[in-house]
């Protein structure tokens, strides 16, 4: 699996912005894909993931019910929905795949098998 971010820019705070990351590889649909960002100075920062069948999403309470994770199978698409940017939302933005293993919560990189490059998400407050 192959994974390209875009959607990244510049917004004011209380703005949003929509990420999204396209996939290519057939079994797309069977992955868990994941957002996580980073930030200059700290440490890679789970966002959140949605599960195969795009019923099941799970966020870090730092962006819960700000950040909405949908995906498209059709299209081979994940996107995150970013309302009520902050400042502190400032940060690289990545989007990972996941093979579906068992026990595994998908809340941590190492969970991930697959990574996107990166998308640059600057909120000016």
């Known amino acids: 699996v192959q994974l390209q971010a875009s959607g990244g820019g510049l917004v004011q705070a209380g703005g949003s912005l929509r990420l999204s990351c396209a996939a290519s590889g057939r079994t797309f649909s069977t992955y868990v894909m994941g957002w996580f960002r980073q930030a200059p ?5 789970f ?3 949605i599960r195969w069948s795009a019923d099941s999403t799970y966020y870090a ?15 081979n698409t994940v996107y995150l929905q970013m309302n009520s940017l902050k400042a ?3 940060a690289v933005y990545y989007c990972a795949a996941a093979e579906v293993r ?3 919560r998908w809340l941590v990189g190492n969970e991930y098998d697959y990574w996107g490059q990166g998308t640059q998400v600057t909120v000016s407050s």
């Not at 100075?41 to 920062?45: A, L």
């Not at 962006?63 to 299209?75: C, E, L, P």
């Open 102 to 104: 068992y026990g595994s």
């Open 47 to 49: 966002v959140g993931h």
């Open 61 to 75: 309470d730092s962006v819960k019910g700000r950040f909405t994770i949908s995906r498209d199978n059709a299209k």
């Open 88 to 90: 502190e939302d400032t």
């Open 41 to 45: 100075g700290k440490e890679r920062e």
